[in-house]
């Protein structure tokens, strides 16, 4: 934590707001789930942070990509990814998503409708594509505005059978994110598996992919059990074979926010100091238009019995540890908000930091995923974070050059 602390205070130096990203941590939570799961290729979801240096350091270590956004494509392209590497997977793509992207990943179609606009880009180019569906299965627990029903779309075979310029060779399902209890994402992993033996007889012949999605939970608060990867591991393991045996092509597991989240801190300078009915407030560059998950927490309290449908805005209370670099002393009770016209922005209530001070620097932790990516940052107008990588031999880098 020491060296933490150091590189924290250093961008200190320069910046009154900005995250900081670990190469060393990303690199060995990488490492752990290659071990873990070595028949399964890993998909980096860039919609968790998409940092120019986090992404080469995900990708130079044979992770591929996860894209939500025709941006995000072009952005994996961008950097070093070949398009059999990037899985395109989003609702609501448009027409013209669909063309600029159509050279620069593999597809994945979320309706039926967006079959058709394939079917209708590959007859223009007069080509044979191969493309993926997301599928909603029937196991899932309520309706989704992801992919298309199970049962529909296995009641659609005369429409998939017009397909003439598509060849369905892949599914894609995702139901479950943060999950800590190995038995049950191990049980979601096993379901996925045999829905993709169904979808292999539909579709007339072994699958080339099977995406089972994410669901690797990280323990964002101090009385969360971490997920037991060894046994979702031996899980994965069997099911693995069993697939390979079906002479099912490449499997695949998204990162979600594992090699990340943990990776990361958010920094901000405190600009003021209030006191009001005895309560002590520190006013601090940029928080929820900074760092916007730990306002939600105290913002949606109420999601706190049914945290799965406030993902990613929301996992958990006591997610955020909130400490001064460098700093200690004793302790004081002080509520953080920021330079929000809005009573909203307000980051934590009621928690000890030692004696604080105008210009003293506040971290926070977790903030290495769903963080810049999530946060409003053109509201008020206020200068976004800048955002810097402490690299294994210790010195601070930025995507526009090294600092000192």
């Not at 789930?33 to 998409?50: E, G, R």
């Not at 996860?66 to 997977?89: K, T, W």
């Not at 009641?155 to 998939?160: I, P, W």
Request: charged share 20%.
């Amino acid at each position: 934590m020491e060296r933490i602390e150091a590189a924290l205070l250093a961008g200190g130096q320069r910046y009154d707001s900005f995250y900081l990203y670990d190469q060393c941590i990303i690199q060995q939570r990488i490492e752990e789930l290659q071990k873990t799961f070595p028949q399964y290729q890993l998909l980096y979801s860039v919609k968790a942070n998409c940092f120019g240096p986090v992404l080469n350091i995900l990708f130079d270590q044979g992770v591929w990509a996860d894209a939500a956004s025709l941006r995000e494509v072009l952005l994996c392209h961008q950097h070093g990814l070949g398009p059999q590497q990037i899985y395109y997977s989003a609702p609501a793509k448009r027409l013209s998503d669909l063309e600029k992207a159509w050279d620069n990943c593999i597809i994945i179609a979320d309706s039926l409708h967006e079959l058709e606009l394939l079917e209708e880009i590959a007859a223009k180019r007069c080509q044979q594509a191969k493309v993926g569906i997301r599928v909603h299965p029937q196991f899932a627990p309520a309706p989704s505005k992801f992919g298309v029903e199970e049962q529909q779309l296995f009641a659609s075979k005369g429409f998939l059978n017009r397909l003439s310029h598509l060849q369905l060779v892949g599914i894609h399902v995702h139901l479950r994110s943060q999950q800590l209890e190995a038995d049950g994402l191990s049980h979601y992993y096993q379901q996925v598996g045999e829905l993709a033996q169904r979808c292999a007889h539909l579709f007339g012949g072994p699958l080339e992919f099977v995406n089972f999605g994410g669901g690797l939970g990280i323990n964002y608060a101090p009385n969360q059990t971490p997920l037991d990867l060894e046994a979702v591991g031996a899980a994965c393991a069997a099911l693995a074979e069993q697939l390979h045996a079906q002479k099912v092509g490449k499997l695949l597991l998204e990162t979600g926010r594992f090699p990340v989240c943990q990776a990361g801190w958010y920094a901000a300078r405190i600009i003021d100091i209030k006191e009001c009915r005895g309560e002590k407030f520190l006013l601090v560059q940029n928080t929820l238009n900074g760092f916007l998950r730990p306002s939600m927490a105290l913002l949606v309290e109420g999601w706190s019995q049914n945290p799965a449908a406030a993902e990613p805005l929301y996992t958990c209370q006591d997610a955020f540890r909130f400490f001064l670099p460098g700093k200690e002393g004793p302790l004081e009770r002080v509520q953080v908000a920021g330079n929000l016209c809005t009573a909203a922005d307000q980051m934590a209530r009621d928690i000890l930091l030692p004696s604080p001070k105008i210009g003293d620097l506040l971290a926070v932790s977790n903030a290495g995923s769903y963080a810049y990516t999530l946060s409003p940052q053109l509201f008020a107008g206020q200068q976004p974070p800048a955002q810097l990588l402490l690299r294994e031999d210790g010195a601070l880098g930025m995507d526009l050059g090294i600092l000192a």
